[in-house]
Nanobody
Framework: VQLVESGGGLVQPGGSLRLSCAAS????????MSWYRQAPGKERELVAV????????KYANSVKGRFTISRDNAKNTVYLKMNSLKPEDTAVYYC??????WGQGTQDTVST
């Protein structure tokens, strides 16, 4: 079982990033998937969740209206599109499968 995140980087405030999480080793199309983030000195927090079919999503209040979670079950990949980024969005972003598997994380930094 493996989850591999990509797409992080340095972006200016107001900019956008799209994170990807490629899954393997399990039946991805049956798994609820989530994105979490952990900022320096803070606990890991849930950012967004998507149901197995992709039709059900939930977001943290802090990202609602700015972030969009989606998935492509044919590609075994879940995405997080992040718009209107703020410095407080700076964190390591992790994807998670509902049965408990975590990816290694990808660093996103929002700064001038």
């Amino acid at each position: 079982v493996q989850l591999v995140e990509s797409g992080g980087g340095l972006v200016q405030p107001g900019g956008s990033l799209r994170l990807s999480c490629a899954a393997s080793g399990f039946t991805f199309s049956r798994a609820v998937m989530s994105w979490y983030r952990q900022a320096p000195g803070k606990e890991r927090e849930l950012v967004a969740v998507i149901g197995s079919a992709g039709s059900s999503t939930k977001y943290a209040n802090s990202v609602k209206g700015r972030f969009t979670i989606s998935r492509d079950n044919a590609k075994n990949t879940v995405y997080l599109k992040m718009n209107s980024l703020k410095p407080e969005d700076t964190a390591v972003y992790y994807c998670q499968a509902a049965f408990g598997k975590w990816g290694q994380g990808t660093q996103d930094t929002v700064s001038t």
